[in-house]
């Protein structure tokens, strides 16, 4: 089911949102690691640091390094590929994927406070 938002509309509940999720403290995600965890958990694996790279349109230090963070929050792990040491394949974690389940539920509980 489509929600059609006005433009004030949907601004307001990002902003209800973020602000909710600073008022709780736990974790301090710039919009780049909101970014990359989304793919994570919501696009199907395997991930590696060069297709996340690619998929956000950004260098592969700038995922080492929000991965980096993300590692010491315990959302995400990484190993290298089995297959091709090159590659760091990113794992998912169950920090993480309580994380963007409360994320989806902070959304929803937002989005049915807001005056249709």
């Known amino acids: 089911m489509a929600v059609d938002l006005r433009p004030g509309l949907a601004l307001r ?8 999720l600073v008022l709780e403290g736990d974790m301090d995600l ?4 909101i970014s990359i965890l989304l793919t ?15 998929r956000l349109g950004v260098t592969k230090p700038v995922i080492t ?4 963070t993300m590692g010491k929050q315990g959302l995400v792990t990484r190993e290298r590929d089995e297959k091709d040491r090159r590659n760091v394949v990113i794992q998912r974690t169950v920090e993480g994927a ?11 509980e937002k989005g049915r406070l807001l005056p249709f």
């Open 40 to 54: 994570i958990y919501l696009e199907p694996p395997p991930h590696t640091v060069r297709g996340l790279a690619r």
């Open 13 to 20: 509940l990002w902003q209800q949102v973020n602000l909710d």
């Open 65 to 68: 390094r929000a991965l980096d």
């Open 30 to 33: 710039s919009y780049r690691q």
């Open 98 to 108: 309580l994380y963007v389940e409360k994320l989806g539920d902070v959304i929803r």
